[in-house]
Structures are given as structure tokens and as C-alpha cells.
């Protein structure tokens, strides 16, 4: 069963400061990941993916992640906060096409970013 | 391109009541997701539908919800009787394809 786990519950960074968010999967094969942004009261926006290819993903509002296969790990980064990018963030793992669970997501419970000025 | 819609936004009832969510996807996705998110939590998927038909129910309280996609377009999601624990953010979802879901606001249900 495929799973995710986000160590950290809250993170609280200076803005202009750099911004590391962990995220650890469980899954069988390669798989596809994805970071998510919720604003209070919003649905999920999508940050970026990861399918295959180059392990270093670019997404929207500045963010990087990067996946590392030997830690099973797809951490989030961003080199200069903003007060704007305080949000819930959530990292996903689905299956890849051919799998059975493919087009289902797995959430981590999510971390909650803090940007103070 | 519209993204998914869902309404209402918010919804408070009293325990045992029953109540409907709705949502309409995006034109042209075929898969439709729907999840529960309860404060603190991240989201779990209740039920996935491809077009009309239930590809993966196996998380949703069949007891007490159901959920249905007639015309393979909107869904319905309904809670009889609701209880207090599932007071949670109802979110909808659709994809084209394969994983890449996009999300609605949610709806915010409080069960008093």
C-alpha cells in the first residue's frame, strides 16, 4: 500500500529566508508525486509533479522539488520566501499507468507554513 | 477553462439531518474524485468514478453516504444521517487522465 509522511507538522520561516519541506513515500515502484498548496478555506492547488525524467522539478510560484529514489523522499524547496506562500502544503504519491492504483492519490497530513515578516 | 465547482460552500446541520453536496467537474475530464478532509488531516478519497460508473469505493461509509454520477457529468454526494464526526472539508476533484487531479473549493460541513 502506498503511503506519505511529512515529519513536520508547522514550519515557521522569515520571509526572504530559504524554505525546505520534507516528504517521505511508500510505494512499491516508481511512482508519481505531486506537492500541493491549500489556502484557508481554498481547495488544492498543484505546485508540481513528478512523473519521470529529470529528478528536479520546477513548479509554479518559484518551487523546486526533488526526487531521490535512495531516500524515497520528494522535499520541497524554495529559496525565498514570501509572505504570500504561508499555506498548508501537502505532498502526494500516486501510482504510476499500468499499476492498480493508478489515478489514486495518497496525502501526507500536511504542513503548515508560517512566513512572519 | 472553468475549473470544478462545488456548492454549497458551507453547510450546518444537526446530527441525524441529512445533506447533499454537488459538483461539476472540469469539461472533458472523465475521472471524478470525491474526498473528506478532516481539520488537520489530508485529504482521503471516499469514491473515484470514471464517466458514470464506480471505479474505487472501497473508503466510503456505505452505511451513511452515497454518491452518484448519472449522466457521467456532476456528481451528488449525500450523508442520511450525518453524525458529528464527519464534520469536514467534502472536496471534489477530475482528471482527464491518470493522476493529475484539480480540485475544487470544497465544501466546509459542520455537524452540530
Known amino acids: 500500500a502506498q503511503s506519505v509522511t511529512q515529519p513536520d507538522i508547522h514550519i515557521t520561516v522569515s520571509e526572504g529566508a530559504s524554505l525546505e519541506l520534507r516528504c517521505n513515500y511508500s510505494?512499491?515502484?516508481?511512482?508519481?508525486l505531486f506537492w500541493y498548496v491549500q489556502s484557508p478555506g481554498q481547495g488544492l492547488q498543484l505546485l508540481l509533479k513528478?512523473?519521470?525524467?529529470?529528478?528536479l522539478v520546477q513548479g509554479i510560484k518559484g518551487f523546486e522539488a526533488e526526487f531521490k529514489r535512495s531516500q524515497s523522499s520528494f522535499n520541497l524547496r524554495k529559496p525565498s520566501v514570501h509572505w504570500s506562500d504561508a499555506a498548508e502544503y501537502f505532498c502526494a504519491v500516486g501510482g504510476n499507468a499500468g499499476g492498480t492504483s493508478y489515478g489514486k492519490l495518497t496525502f501526507g497530513q500536511g504542513t503548515i507554513l508560517t512566513v512572519h515578516p | 477553462e472553468a475549473g470544478v465547482a462545488q456548492s454549497p460552500r458551507y453547510k450546518i446541520i444537526e446530527k441525524r439531518q441529512s445533506v447533499a453536496f454537488w459538483c461539476n467537474p472540469i469539461?472533458?475530464?472523465?475521472?471524478l474524485y470525491w474526498y473528506q478532509q478532516i481539520l488537520g488531516q489530508g485529504p482521503k478519497l471516499l469514491i473515484q468514478?470514471?464517466?458514470?460508473?464506480?471505479?474505487?469505493d472501497s473508503q466510503l461509509p456505505k452505511d451513511r453516504f452515497s454518491a452518484e454520477r448519472l449522466k457521467g457529468v456532476d456528481s451528488t454526494l449525500k450523508i442520511q444521517p450525518a453524525k458529528l464526526e464527519d464534520s469536514a472539508v467534502y472536496l471534489c476533484?477530475?482528471?482527464?487522465?491518470?493522476?493529475?487531479?484539480?480540485f475544487g473549493p470544497g465544501t466546509r460541513l459542520t455537524v452540530l
Open positions: 476533484a477530475s482528471s482527464r487522465q491518470g493522476n493529475e487531479q484539480f
Open positions: 513528478y512523473f519521470s525524467g529529470d529528478t
Open positions: 469539461s472533458g475530464h472523465a475521472t
Open positions: 510505494y512499491g515502484a516508481t511512482p508519481y
Open positions: 468514478f470514471q464517466n458514470n460508473g464506480v471505479v474505487d
